[in-house]
């Protein structure tokens, strides 16, 4: 079974910059996860998708991040403009939605560095 | 809302021997799910282990086990027979059985002395 996709895996910016994420999660996973992870920290929730629906997006900074899932398969995050805090690695992660004590599986991440 | 709280940012243990790892979690819901995961400096994030709290039996994988305290909130992972392989940051997850919304503690940092 194929894995969580993540592209790129890292990314260089200037601050003010867009940049965007591409995640393909596991076939067949209804749930998907976007997380932002800073060095040393948990990592923080930011968007879940139920298909192609939000189901919670109340950490995601809307004044500059946006993210959809495209026919409820593959997903992406953008930010515009980055700033010098948005430097994290960004993690999506997918799982089922029916059997609920299943593991959500995490792709490799894209690490942001904005200068 | 949900929390989780993993108290210990960092903690050690000798090869061959057994540490505890600590997480307490609070929330207002009677269906979750709670998990470790395991993340080397790869970044992969690997589940090491997971709990229903529906159920009052302690989860086992091997060498890990939890010790799960539903009245106190609390979710610890012990790692028996500590081996090199086991260095990594640790985190404790959430998982609401309403929503399926997943969220972590800060973790701790397990390092492995030979």
């Known amino acids: 079974e194929a894995g969580v996709a993540q592209s790129p895996r890292y990314k260089i910016i200037e601050k003010r910059q867009s940049v965007a994420f591409w995640c393909n999660p596991i076939?067949?996973?209804?749930?998907l996860y976007w997380y932002q992870q800073i060095l040393g920290q948990g990592p923080k929730l930011l968007i879940q998708?139920?298909?192609?629906?939000?189901?919670?997006d109340s950490q995601l900074p809307k004044d500059r991040f946006s993210a959809e899932r495209l026919k409820g398969v593959d997903s992406t995050l953008k930010i515009q403009p980055a700033k010098l805090e948005d430097s994290a690695v960004y993690l999506c992660?997918?799982?089922?939605?029916?059997?609920?004590?299943?593991?959500?599986?995490f792709g490799q991440g894209t690490r942001l560095t904005v200068v | 809302a949900q929390t989780v709280t993993q108290s210990q940012p960092e903690m050690s243990v000798q090869e061959a021997e057994t540490v505890t790892l600590s997480c307490t979690y609070d929330?207002?819901?009677?269906?979750?799910?709670l998990f470790w995961y395991k993340q080397p400096p790869s970044r992969q994030m690997i589940l090491v282990i997971r709990?229903?709290?529906?159920?009052?039996q302690n989860a086992t994988e091997n060498r890990f086990s939890v010790n799960f305290q539903k009245a106190a909130k609390s979710f610890s992972l012990k790692i028996s027979d500590s081996q090199l392989g086991d260095a990594a940051m640790y985190f404790c997850?959430?998982?609401?059985?309403?929503?399926?919304?997943?969220?972590f503690g800060t973790g701790t940092l397990l390092a492995v002395q030979p």
């Open positions: 992660a997918s799982s089922y939605r029916t059997a609920l004590n299943t593991e959500a599986f």
């Open positions: 709990q229903e709290a529906y159920k009052q």
């Open positions: 997850a959430y998982r609401s059985g309403a929503t399926n919304k997943l969220i």
């Open positions: 929330t207002s819901e009677s269906d979750y799910y």
């Open positions: 076939s067949g996973h209804a749930t």
């Open positions: 998708f139920q298909n192609n629906g939000v189901v919670d």
